[in-house]
């Protein structure tokens, strides 16, 4: 299976990383989650709807949207937070004279592999790469430059699912037959399996990073 790749580059300093990442994923999530389905007679249909709901960044001047569910919200917030905690041990250590991250979300249909369990194979990847600045925090040309890169970027993301191209894998007609791609376990939302990965100049997580990965955050270093 092809995997198709998109990537982001921000400089930010550490108070806006988890900003900058939940907006551009939860922005993502929105396009790749279904409501409740239904299997019937061979067919696909949705019994419930997507609720929804505004959040304001704590430190950019900008509101996103996001699936209002708490599963998903949690999923999403414990990856970034241990991301942001990665990128933080970095900028204190002495050996690091610059510092930079990726995190990425991954869009997995699961396979039926070896005895060690099913494979799991990526199908779209968002990557999101930050060099961290030492600019104050406080600098308001710097958030006023984030805010509006930031903006744009998300524009781009709904330019991309409002696109011909835009690609899904396509559902089977039971439950058994697409709980490979779907993830059924989180209440009232049916979203496309996904992992979340980060890899930072000292440490990966521990769920692990793909060697595509590895070396676009080679390429971002040079």
Not at 167 to 175: I, K, N, R, T, V
């Amino acid at each position: 299976m092809n995997c198709r790749e998109y990537s982001f580059i921000f400089s930010v300093v550490e108070s806006e990383i988890s900003d900058v990442v939940s907006a551009l994923f939860h922005t993502i999530l929105l396009h790749r989650t279904l409501p409740t389905l239904d299997f019937k007679g061979g067919a696909v249909s949705y019994n419930s709807y997507l609720g929804i709901c505004d959040v304001d960044c704590n430190n950019l001047d900008l509101t996103y949207v996001c699936i209002n569910s708490n599963q998903l919200i949690e999923k999403v917030s414990t990856s970034v937070t241990a991301f942001v905690e990665a990128i933080h041990r970095d900028s204190c250590s002495t050996n690091n004279s610059e510092v930079r991250g990726a995190i990425n979300l991954e869009f997995v249909v699961h396979r039926k592999g070896c005895w060690l369990g099913p494979e799991a194979s990526v199908w779209e990847r968002w990557i999101v790469n930050v060099i961290l600045k030492t600019t104050d925090a406080n600098d308001k040309d710097h958030r006023s430059q984030l805010t509006s890169q930031l903006s744009d970027e998300l524009r781009t993301i709904l330019e991309h699912f409002n696109s011909p191209s835009a690609y899904a894998p396509s559902l089977g007609s039971s439950q058994a037959e697409t709980e490979h791609i779907i993830d059924f376990s989180m209440c009232g939302i049916s979203p496309y399996r996904f992992n979340i990965n980060h890899f930072t100049n000292s440490c990966q997580s521990r769920s692990g990073v793909s060697v595509t990965m590895r070396r676009i955050f080679k390429d971002v270093r040079l």
